[in-house]
């Protein structure tokens, strides 16, 4: 899938496996996991079913909140802008791609879908990039299966 705009952005199948850090170590996505009784093994098996959609700038996706997905221009200045060089210089050397060669193939960020929630499970500055520059960016929707009933009571 491609974002237009005097540039372009191709959005590629993600390799979830190389988000695992995202998975074992973000703490402010673990109340998610546990919610969901999300596994790493069952995430990567939901992933291979993914699919692209369009995600214009806007707290949902689909009809449904987006958590973590910080869409507003404010958003982006506190956690990006704003961010320590480390953070922020993954996002200059894309924008610099970007602008130099115009057009960029990365890809897609990662949206988990259950139970009537949403995580923003990476890809945040990609998001922005698109967002930035007016294009729609497509995003890889993995839907998780429902929790397994034996986990309610854990």
């Known amino acids: 899938m ?8 191709t959005w590629l199948p993600p390799d979830v496996a190389a988000e695992a850090w995202e998975f074992s170590h973000h703490p402010a996505k673990q109340p998610f996991y546990l919610c969901h009784d999300l596994r790493w093994e069952v995430l990567l098996a939901a992933s291979a079913t993914g699919a692209l959609v369009p995600w214009p700038r806007s707290p949902l996706l689909a009809g449904v909140v987006v958590e973590q997905g910080y869409t507003d221009y404010e958003d982006y200045q506190k956690y990006l802008a704003r961010a320590k060089r480390g953070y922020r210089l993954n996002y200059s050397r894309l924008e610099e ?11 897609a960020p990662i949206v988990l879908v259950g139970g009537g929630e949403a995580l923003l499970f990476s890809g945040y500055r990609r998001l922005c990039l698109a967002w930035n520059y007016g294009m729609i960016p ?5 839907q998780i299966p429902a929790p397994r009933p034996d986990a309610a009571g854990r």
């Open 2 to 9: 491609r974002s237009h705009s005097s540039l372009t952005i």
């Open 138 to 142: 497509y995003v890889w929707r993995v």
């Open 97 to 107: 791609t970007l602008q130099r060669d115009g057009s960029l193939h990365v890809p």
